[in-house]
């Protein structure tokens, strides 16, 4: 008897592969890891519009892995479109081969416990273990995009803060 089995986890490819033994099987066993990495995280990142990647950053940055629905609707307004492209995401990865089939979305849902029926998101979540993955995505990121302004100056430099307030004035 032969049997191939892809994208086991390890515990499950340690449970096959002992009952395979015990019955005299050839087994092959190839596992995949289907956790998130920095550069899956970036790429994620960088598939998002800006609405969704803010939403992403603030979960991640402002909310160390859990924020308040009610505080990303005050900076971002309705969450219909941030959530949508987020859950779009995963899949679309996927399809394109950026991570393994059996990777699980980054940022969920936190329902009201005390009114499940009703489904309006009270806060969204990230695992624990991808918060400082997921910061140093985002932080490459930003490494990769600069932090410069569009005329190529320092957004910290006396120089630049001396061009702004020439802008203001100009507009008023």
Do not use: C
Not at 117 to 132: F, L
Request: charged content about 25%; hydrophobic content about 40%.
């Amino acid at each position: 008897m032969k049997i191939t089995i892809e994208g086991a986890s390890e515990e499950f490819a340690e449970k096959v592969l002992a009952l395979a033994a015990r019955q005299g099987a050839e087994l092959t066993v190839a596992t995949v890891d289907t956790g998130w990495t920095v550069d899956r995280a970036e790429r994620y990142l960088r598939s998002l519009p800006a609405g969704a990647r803010r939403f992403a950053e603030m979960v991640v940055v402002d909310g160390d892995g859990y924020i308040d629905a009610e505080r990303l609707r005050h900076v971002l307004g309705k969450l219909n479109g941030p959530t949508v492209a987020l859950s779009r995401a995963v899949p679309r990865g996927v399809r394109e081969g950026w991570w393994p089939e059996g990777i699980n979305a980054p940022i969920s849902p936190v329902w009201d416990p005390d009114n499940p029926s009703w489904h309006k998101n009270i806060a969204y979540q990230m695992a624990k273990e991808n918060v400082p993955i997921f910061r140093a995505a985002i932080t490459q990121l930003s490494f990769a995009q600069g932090l410069s302004d569009p005329r190529g100056l320092s957004p910290n430099s006396s120089e630049s803060a001396e061009h702004m307030d020439g802008d203001e004035e100009k507009a008023s």
